[in-house]
């Protein structure tokens, strides 16, 4: 993959983490080596415990690493303060969760808003960027709805808007689909690959479902804390794309 | 920034109305309670020196007595050992700038059909300028009148509406014990003494008059008691050693003897009335700000549970590029507006409780404008403080921890 162009957007070399229990620290991931460039759309699979949720956490400088390198855009995370991690959360990552995690307070439009709040956007531009994100993914209409008054799918739209909000480059996604039926989980999908390819956006989404993984254009396999397929998804053989849940 | 975490900090408060009302509650008893006290103690601080103020200033009272007759011993003032040459010698001392002997009795006192008894004082016109009185209406008697002994009177309010009402006494003749009195002039009102005595109830005419026309005594020249008025605050411990050696030199009286006379500082006596009114309204406030403590705790304690309820909330928040402080910054900004708004409700409380307290039980409540800025500086203290720790708690969480929280 290193020999597409572009500076990588994400470069993990020897990638460890081990958590701390009373027991002593159990190690779940043993050394990963990935790069992603710039406009990739990659899927990571693997079966529960594989290390995958663990791994997304760091990419998306949500949990530190114990050793190795993660460097996104080119900045060493393991070596930023607390307010710089917020600052690429908030600027250079947009973050999508399985459980949607909307405020539920907030109308949508505010939640779309919020991370410009934190970018120190004024108020009329965070207003009209909300409104643009939201007609983006097809909810120009609901800004003044709360999260309990639309759909699982819908919500899931706002927190891609919300993603989207401060233009990342990257998008990360821990089982977007995971709460979501079949049909809405397609729609998702299609929206990430408009992203993707429209826009340019680097997707990065952990699933467990082949046909989501399928959108993707490359694969990465964990299984126990390894990466045990790192390639394009239409090469990866059958017991690499099962379903893992 | 700020703005948008206000409004926030709104819709937080909102969300649970019955919790930060309650919470609030804490905060407005206790201001309210603080607004309240204060006003009361003020209140009754304000009066005390009121009364202090009409007494009139550096004062000291000498009353004659005691004697012991035969084995008997007399208390204070029950036989005259000052007489008005006591009182001259007095005068010429450094340091005293006025003296006034007096010669108080009861009499009936007539004018027209209407009769009032009331307290005569037999005295000099340097009463008027010992006890800082002046005049409403009319002309003091002079030291002539002293000396000739006329039947002239000087009137205090409280007399003149119960024997003339509305009339304008100066100039008409009353009548005290059937002897005719030519009224000069009318005293200034001046309330109650620090007794509660209503000081205006009294008539004035010279001394020589009481002594010799109207009451009598077996003692002829002397007077009850004496008031005399020092320069100053500073001179008055040396003005009253100075008064006492002359006195027992003037009454012969040997060492190692009792004197037949007292002097006493009112002045001194008041301002413990006043300091005593002054820990008093102190005492008040102290109490009441426990329960403004007490208030702050219990912010302290819901923002600690709302911290612990909206962990995930703080997850997300900081998932999507929150920092540390916003996190803080939210949480303290709670913790103060509830105080805040907590501290104007018991504003408005206290001062309608002061308002309410004053008009049903007729004390006097002061509330001052120093005890309200007070309330809001310590409202917003404790809410900074109280809310604090908290928000501290929050902003240190670390996002995945937080956002795992279930």
């Known amino acids: 993959m290193k020999e597409q162009a572009g500076d990588p957007v994400i470069r993990i070399e020897r990638l460890h983490k081990a958590y701390d229990t009373d027991a002593g620290p159990v190690p779940v991931l043993h050394g990963l ?22 791994f997304m956490n760091i990419l998306g400088c949500l949990d530190v690493a114990s050793s190795g390198t993660y460097l996104l855009n080119g900045r060493d995370v393991n070596a930023q303060s607390r307010d710089e991690l917020a600052h690429l959360r908030n600027e250079v990552i947009g973050f999508v969760f399985q459980g949607f995690n909307l405020l539920p307070r907030a109308n949508l439009e505010d939640n779309v808003a919020l991370p410009l709040i934190y970018s120190r956007v004024p108020r009329a531009e965070r207003v009209a960027r909300a409104q643009e994100m939201l007609g983006k993914v097809g909810l120009g209409k609901y800004g003044r709805s709360f999260p309990n008054q639309i759909s ?39 929206l990430f690959s408009e992203l993707n390819q429209r826009d340019g956006i680097t997707i990065v989404l952990v699933t467990h479902e082949p046909d989501i993984a399928g959108y993707a254009r490359r694969l990465v396999r964990l299984s126990d804390g390894l990466i045990v397929y790192d390639g394009p998804v239409e090469h990866a053989s059958a017991q690499h794309l099962e379903a893992t849940s | 920034m700020i703005f948008p975490m206000l409004s926030e900090a709104w819709a937080a408060m909102g969300a649970n109305r019955l919790r930060t009302f309650l919470t609030m509650l804490g905060m407005i008893i206790g201001v309210g309670a603080v607004i309240l006290m204060l006003a009361i103690g003020q209140g009754v601080r304000s009066q005390v020196e009121s009364s202090i103020a009409s007494m009139g200033s550096n004062l000291f009272i000498i009353l004659s007595g005691s004697t012991t007759s035969g084995g008997v011993r007399m208390g204070g003032g029950a036989t005259p ?26 009499a009936q006192i007539v004018y027209g059909s209407n009769n009032w008894s009331t307290q005569v004082i037999g005295t000099t016109p340097s009463y008027l300028q010992v006890r800082d009185w002046t005049l409403a ?96 605050a500073a001179v008055m411990p040396e003005v009253e050693k100075e008064m006492a050696d002359l006195l027992r030199q003037r009454h012969h009286i040997r060492e190692g003897e009792d004197d037949d006379f007292s002097i006493r500082n009112l002045t001194a006596l008041m301002n413990t009335a006043a300091t005593t009114a002054q820990v008093l309204s102190l005492m008040l406030g102290a109490i009441a700000s426990i329960s403004l403590v007490v208030g702050g705790i219990g912010i302290m304690n819901i923002m600690l549970v709302s911290v612990t309820e909206r962990t995930r909330e703080i997850g997300i928040r900081m998932a999507i590029g929150a920092r540390g402080r ?81």
Not at chain 1, 33 to 52: L, N, Q, R, W, Y
Not at chain 1, 159 to 183: H, M, Y
Not at chain 2, 179 to 208: F, M, N
Not at chain 2, 370 to 394: E, H, L, N, Q
Request: proline share 5%; net charge neutral.
């Open chain 1, 152 to 190: 699982g799918g819908q919500q899931q739209r706002v927190a891609i808007a919300r993603a989207l909000v401060n233009r990342p480059k990257l998008i990360l996604a821990d089982e977007p689909t995971g709460n979501l039926d079949t049909r809405t989980s397609k729609e998702i999908m299609a």
């Open chain 2, 81 to 106: 050992t000052l007489t008005l040459a006591d009182a001259q010698a007095i005068e010429e001392l450094p340091g005293v700038s006025a003296i006034a002997p007096s010669a108080p009795g009861t």
């Open chain 1, 33 to 54: 080596d990935v790069s992603v460039t710039p406009g990739e759309f990659v899927a990571i699979m693997g079966p529960s415990g594989s290390g995958k949720s663990t």
């Open chain 2, 326 to 406: 916003d996190v803080l910054l939210q949480f303290l900004l709670e913790a103060i507006m509830i105080s805040l708004i907590g501290c104007i409700i018991g504003v408005l409380l206290g001062v309608g409780g002061a308002l309410l307290v004053s008009k049903v039980s007729g004390m006097s409540v002061i509330v001052t404008a120093p005890s309200i800025v007070m309330s809001f500086g310590v409202a917003a203290a404790i809410g900074i403080f109280f809310g604090w720790y908290p928000a501290r708690k929050a902003s240190r969480l670390k996002p995945i921890d937080a956002l795992r929280y279930q």
């Open chain 2, 137 to 232: 209406s009319g002309a003091p008697f002079t030291d002539a009148d002293v000396r000739s002994a006329t039947r002239v009177a000087l009137l205090g309010q409280t007399v003149v509406e119960n024997l003339f009402g509305n009339d304008d006494p100066t100039g008409k003749t009353i009548r005290i014990k059937n002897s005719p009195y030519l009224v000069l002039g009318v005293l200034a009102e001046k309330g109650q003494s620090l007794d509660g005595r209503d000081q205006d109830d009294t008539v004035l005419i010279p001394v020589t008059t009481a002594q010799r026309k109207l009451f009598g005594t077996q003692f002829q020249g002397t007077v009850r008691f004496m008031m005399a008025q020092a320069e100053s």
